[in-house]
């Protein structure tokens, strides 16, 4: 792990491309603005870009007012809980685009922009799979699911806003992204995880049947 601290800067980089990806750290507000743009509005901008002879997805947080930047000033910034929350998953034996570095913009201990950097994944929304899947490859991705919330549970997980746009289908296996409101929770766990499971299963309220399989299988 590549850790750079300063008064104004502060980023990690994971250990096997730490040198490689140092290089970029002062160039992310370049990069997002030359990639390709996946996502923009007031909270985030996302962009896929090619750096280092692969294909990375770097995402931007700021503030939505003045306001809201000002209070969270003194809080761990989104890339950063996006990066810890990536390796709880990982270890948890969850699936994750592999995380590259985080780096935060700040004023001594105040924090302002933040950014998070992954790798970008070739695959398909799990929203747009799972409805047109049969036979072997549902009962794959639904023991999958099953698995995923079950280690979720095991681990004191939530990810927080459990769209099926953030799950992607890799190959057959299911990877979980948007992960900057996830990880470890300590208190009131059960009523979190309710909210996930909860949320997960209203991206099938228009089919009954499907819901009512992945209810008794993600409720275990």
Same mark, same amino acid.
Request: charged share 30%.
């Given at each position: 792990?590549?850790?750079?601290?300063?008064?104004?800067?502060?980023?990690?980089?994971?250990?096997?491309?730490?040198?490689?990806?140092?290089?970029?750290?002062?160039?992310?507000?370049?990069?997002?603005?030359?990639?390709?743009?996946?996502?923009?509005?007031?909270?985030?901008?996302?962009s896929k870009v090619r750096v280092c002879n692969q294909?990375?997805?770097? /995402? =931007?947080?700021?503030? %939505? $007012? +003045?306001?809201?930047?000002? /209070? =969270?000033?003194?809080? %761990? $910034? +989104?890339?950063?809980?996006?990066?810890?929350?990536?390796?709880?998953y990982s270890t948890a034996g969850i699936g994750v685009p592999e995380a590259k570095m985080y780096l935060e913009r700040r004023l001594g201990p105040l924090?302002?922009?933040?950014?998070?950097?992954?790798?970008?994944l070739e695959g398909e929304p799990l929203l747009e799979v799972l409805p047109n899947a049969e036979g072997a490859e549902r009962r794959a991705l639904i023991a999958q699911l099953a698995d995923l919330f079950r280690k979720l549970r095991a681990n004191h997980l939530v990810h927080g806003d459990m769209k099926a746009t953030n799950l992607m289908v890799v190959k057959g296996k299911i990877f979980a992204i948007d992960l900057d409101v996830a990880g470890t929770c300590k208190f009131h766990f059960e009523k979190a995880h309710a909210r996930d499971q909860k949320r997960f299963l209203k991206n099938w309220i228009d089919n009954e049947a499907l819901t009512t399989e992945l209810s008794q299988h993600i409720s275990v």
């Open positions: 792990m590549t850790v750079y601290k300063s008064f104004k800067l502060r980023y990690e980089v994971c250990c096997n491309q730490g040198e490689e990806l140092v290089g970029i750290a002062s160039r992310l507000a370049e990069l997002i603005k030359t990639g390709e743009s996946l996502k923009f509005d007031k909270a985030a901008s996302v294909d990375l997805i770097i /995402k =931007r947080f700021t503030g %939505r $007012s +003045r306001w809201h930047s000002v /209070k =969270r000033l003194l809080r %761990r $910034s +989104r890339a950063n809980n996006a990066w810890k929350a990536s390796q709880a924090r302002f922009d933040s950014y998070f950097v992954y790798q970008a």
